[in-house]
């Protein structure tokens, strides 16, 4: 199983594992020889193949890891060619960069030492921090993912299916073949549904894209109807361990019940006792076996720890016997059992429909009054990728884009020059607004097309006197305005304009 990245965990500990590693004492007068032991000392697990992704720094020399969704600072020891790759990548070495790679954090094999590391067994990419996404970019939902730039273009693939974008055609082929597995060189044949055949080359091999601003760890070769395609490759990190995910209760240890959570981003809050009196322990969690999670607490407020506890699932419930502190191993004196409070029984499938729509022309210009919940979505899009808005504000228009009857925000930023905005796009969820693409030089009004991509409405811009149609890949829109497909006049539009009366001329706050 893959792990995002290193997790937080909240909990309430200190009474539970302080009580759980120490024997109470005896209460008869039996007179017992001592006998001097030194306990055996027990490894910390290790997880390999594990993914992570967030920042890397390097400050004296020394890299650094900041993973996303967690503040907290991890010096990194590698044998990859990791300052290499970031010299290609950074333009000063005091410059973060983003990276996803496959390693592990772990304590320090100095049985004193109370900090952690991380280790970089391969990086999978990297980019400077204002070509990319950064921590808002998706990875959960492709198998293998690969793009080149000249000419644009890009495949994304899920279970067996290979979507193929490029300036000449939308494409979704059907996979005959192997699936990708890593460190291994392979060749994807797959087939659409007119018989058309697309071939995909895949080797393991350093790629760098956009002038070096990118590091891919794949290099790639497309063969279609409509050409060669050279570019870079990266592997998603389908989690097979979202089943852990949910909300966890354990009742009345020493007369304190525990709540856990485990987020689907790897984060965890264990709980215990009243929220005026809670003990909490941070770290965090990883797994690459169905029926184990392993719960590394690496600090207990600002002071630093080495704990380790392993659960064991059975059904729906999580149980803990032992702990291993200090790489000494020791039975509990009470086992942990954890029931899920909110699973699912069975998930179905979901496939995507293409949908007819009926469309009534509209013309929908940035509102006078700000829209709070977008403000913060896009408050949440600036802390997501570590960086301070500053004096940046924004406007936004809703429209229901990919037909599910939940109205999507278009949402412009202030950053405008002559060549157009920057455009960002969040999905309406059951959970809220989740970032779905950012797209660069965009200029408003933007129309909206009849012809939609994987339940997606192609959106139509007018550039330089020309007409361009951005179409959604699966994933996102393409991230430049340059990289659509020219079209000509849209005699395909729905009559829906967003932000009809062009820039606004209002803004609001992000903060």
Request: overall charge negative; charged content about 25%.
């Amino acid at each position: 199983m893959r792990l995002s990245y290193p997790l937080l965990i909240s909990t309430s500990l200190i009474t539970l594992l302080s009580a759980c590693t120490s024997a109470p004492p005896k209460t008869n007068t039996e007179t017992v020889s001592e006998v001097s032991t030194t306990p055996q000392a027990t490894p910390f697990s290790h997880i390999l193949g594990t993914s992570f992704r967030g920042q890397l720094s390097y400050k004296n020399n020394q890299a650094y890891f900041t993973p996303c969704d967690d503040p907290e600072q991890y010096a990194i020891q590698t044998e990859e060619p990791l300052a290499e790759i970031y010299q290609q990548i950074g333009n000063s070495k005091s410059e973060p960069v983003y990276i996803e790679f496959a390693g592990e954090i772990s304590f320090t094999d100095k049985k004193y030492s109370k900090s952690v590391v991380t280790r970089i067994d391969k990086v999978h990419h990297m980019a400077s921090a204002k070509s990319s996404l950064q921590c808002a970019k998706a990875v959960d939902n492709f198998s293998f993912k690969a793009t080149g730039d000249m000419p644009y273009w890009r495949i994304n693939i899920y279970d067996n299916q290979l979507y193929f974008a490029a300036k000449t055609s939308n494409q979704s082929y059907t996979i005959t073949n192997s699936k990708i597995e890593s460190e291994r060189q392979h060749t994807l044949h797959a087939i659409d549904d007119n018989d058309q055949r697309l071939t995909l080359k895949i080797e393991p091999e350093q790629c760098y894209l956009s002038d070096h601003k990118e590091y891919w760890g794949y290099t790639t070769k497309v063969e279609s109807v409509d050409g060669q395609f050279f570019g870079c490759g990266e592997l998603g990190e389908l989690d097979n361990d979202q089943s852990y995910t949910g909300e966890y209760f354990s009742q009345a240890i020493q007369q304190q019940d525990i709540n856990l959570s485990l987020n689907d981003n790897h984060t965890v809050v264990f709980q215990q006792g009243e929220i005026s009196e809670q003990n909490i322990k941070t770290g965090f969690w990883k797994s690459n076996t169905p029926d184990t999670v392993v719960v590394m607490l690496t600090k207990e407020g600002d002071k630093n720890i080495r704990e380790e506890l392993v659960f064991k699932r059975e059904g729906l419930s999580l149980s803990c016997t032992e702990i291993n502190k200090d790489n000494v191993l020791t039975p509990l004196d009470h086992p942990i059992t954890f029931d899920k409070m909110n699973a699912k029984h069975g998930d179905l499938d979901s496939e995507t429909i293409q949908v007819t729509r009926q469309f009534s022309p509209q013309q929908l210009d940035a509102p006078n009054q700000v829209d709070v919940e977008v403000q913060q979505a896009v408050r949440q899009y600036f802390k997501i990728h570590r960086t301070d808005p500053k004096n940046t504000r924004f406007n936004s228009v809703r429209f229901d884009l990919n037909s599910d009857g939940k109205e999507e925000a278009i949402v412009l930023l202030d950053w405008c020059s002559s060549n157009g905005c920057e455009m960002l796009v969040f999905e309406e969820k059951d959970k809220g607004l989740v970032f779905s693409s950012r797209v660069s030089r965009i200029e408003a009004p933007i129309e909206v097309a009849q012809t939609q991509h994987f339940s997606w409405q192609d959106l139509l811009v007018k550039k330089d006197q020309k007409w361009l149609q951005l179409e959604s890949d699966g994933l996102s829109y393409p991230l430049k305005v340059t990289d659509a497909k020219a079209v000509d006049a849209p005699l395909e539009s729905t009559g829906v304009l967003l932000f009809s009366q062009g820039r606004p001329t209002t803004w609001f706050s992000i903060k």
